[in-house]
């Protein structure tokens, strides 16, 4: 459960500094439904830029953003992109929602909103006294970065240092104070090294995404309904919602894979992981380039006796597939070979690195399942080449000028060539040994209790089921915070 008793002193501290910022905070009701967000917010957005720091942006942390870099508002439907066969080689139909259009132009705004929210509004983070920390791998420290700005609180973004070079130059723009840790993606113990020092300075404040129940309780309530809305508007009569992947990373997104399971309770669920680090697969480690995803531990947030399958995806798979959808060669190729229209070639520069290797996790489980034009497989791109051109650079270097031949080559080898390995449809007894590998990282290293990871196996409607219920009372929580202020009374 998380934790929301009042810190008087800090909530009135948190008061006075959203009066004097014109800070309103969004509820998660209007992140579902951001059409039920008020008119004097919404025409405020009409001026804005997506990116803008402006606490208004607030309101964006929403999958419904019309697709606009500037002055857009809310549209019906999702952001999505459906992937069509020629290009995935496999009869389903696989629907990506996009995380490009939120504030950032990434989705984990909204996972470290879903952190910070709660103790902002009952005081507990107070904005006079405390940092906000963000461990991360990348982009959640991004979105924690942007949030504490837009809210007035200074935030300590911390990321391996191999991280690429745009994510650092956006942090130091946005004046976050720059933690880089020693590693890669799958350097996650390092991170969690430089956490437990700065706990030891109470200035400093943790939202560790790998285990605030913010994050699951976000992406349940906002996520896994805005992919069932996706599905609702694009499905045809006999289609059904069969699977969603999502890579692992902090695990957040697994728990909108928790609400689309309600929804619709035959669909199966899959995590995916870096084959250079086979952790779930096979209690593995090693170093890997998907970006957005950490690894070699099982995070603390992630309800694994929910998870019906394990894939892992080779990370050069997915820097060649970056490569080919975007650059000159590889656009040609998709166009003139493939047929794929203009429209979808460009949507197909929403895929970042991690949006990539969940399509390849949507297809893979495709393959291994059989699945027919009658099935539905969902998935988020948790980002969009924006944070990537050094990446390509890199590759341009490293394997010389890209040709027509050689992307025809990547889309084969690279997607029309995935084979059902390094795979795992998990039994009872295998989730459990998954769920098992929290012990060696959150009870010996991070001090938490036994007794409580039991209960995130034992106890489903008291763990779980509890914090995704908890929007609720955040939502009145947050109600009351505005209501305090007076600042949307007063715009």
């Known amino acids: 459960m998380i934790d929301l008793s009042i810190n008087k002193q800090g909530l009135a501290h948190n008061v006075k500094k959203a009066k004097e910022n014109g ?28 990116w803008d720091v402006d606490p208004m942006n607030l309101f964006r942390i929403t999958w419904k953003n019309e697709a606009r870099e500037s002055g857009g508002l809310f549209q019906a439907v999702p952001n999505y992109v459906e992937l069509p066969s020629s290009l995935t080689g496999v009869p389903c139909r696989i629907i990506a929602m996009v995380g490009k259009w939120f504030p950032t132009g990434c989705h984990k705004v ?20 405390h940092k906000a920390v963000w461990p991360s791998t990348g982009n959640y420290c991004r979105g924690g970065a942007f949030n504490s700005r837009l809210l007035g609180a200074q935030g300590v973004a911390i990321l391996p240092a191999e991280m690429s070079q745009e994510r ?31 706990k030891m300075d109470p200035q400093y404040m943790i939202f ?31 289609d059904r919602f069969t699977g969603a992947c ?60 929910n998870s019906d399958m394990a894939i892992a995806i080779d990370d050069e798979d997915s820097q060649r597939l970056l490569r080919l959808f975007n650059t000159p ?43 027919t034009e009658r099935d539905v497989v969902g998935t988020v791109l948790t980002d969009s080449a924006v944070m990537y051109g050094s990446r390509i650079a890199e590759l341009n270097d ?48 991070q001090g938490k209790d036994m007794h409580d990871l039991n ?11 509890a914090v995704h219920a908890q929007a609720r009372d955040l939502d009145e929580l947050i109600n009351a915070f505005n209501e305090e202020t007076g600042v949307l009374k007063n715009l």
């Not at 470290?112 to 904005?127: E, H, I, K, M, N």
């Not at 995590?271 to 690894?295: K, M, S, W, Y």
């Open 23 to 50: 800070i309103v905070i969004p509820t998660i009701a209007q992140m579902q439904h951001p059409e039920t967000i008020p008119e004097k917010v919404q025409d405020k957005l009409k001026t804005l830029g997506l």
């Open 110 to 129: 909204g996972a470290s909103f879903g952190c910070l929210a709660p103790r902002l509004v009952t005081g507990q983070f107070d904005v006079d006294v």
């Open 168 to 198: 650092f130059d956006w942090l130091h723009e946005i004046g976050a104070e720059v933690i880089a840790t020693p590693g890669c993606e799958s350097n996650v113990k390092e991170i969690f090294d430089k956490t437990n020092e700065l």
């Open 208 to 238: 560790n995404q790998f285990e605030e129940m913010g994050n699951p309780l976000w992406h349940y309530n906002v996520t896994g309904n805005a992919l069932a809305d996706v599905f609702e508007a694009v499905k045809r009569p006999g």
């Open 246 to 305: 999502f890579t692992s990373g902090s695990a957040g997104t697994m728990s909108a894979g928790d609400r689309l399971k309600e929804l619709y309770p035959h669909l199966k669920l899959a995590v995916g992981e870096a084959l250079q680090c086979p952790t779930i697969l096979n209690n593995g480690f090693g170093g890997h380039r998907i970006e957005g995803i950490g690894d070699k531990h099982i995070p603390w947030i992630h309800n694994v006796k």
């Open 329 to 371: 060669e590889g656009q040609k190729y998709l166009k003139e070979t493939l047929g794929l229209d203009g429209e979808l070639i460009e949507k197909l520069t929403w895929l970042g690195i991690s949006g990539i290797a969940n399509v390849l996790c949507c297809i893979k489980m495709a393959k291994y399942y059989e699945l």
């Open 398 to 445: 490293q394997h010389g000028a890209y040709t027509v031949q050689a992307a025809e080559l990547d889309h084969s080898l690279h997607m029309l060539g995935l084979k059902t390995d390094s795979m795992m449809e998990l039994t009872y007894a295998e989730r459990k040994r998954v769920h098992h590998l929290k012990y060696y990282t959150w009870v010996e290293q």
């Open 455 to 465: 209960a995130l196996w034992y106890d489903t409607e008291g763990t779980w089921d």
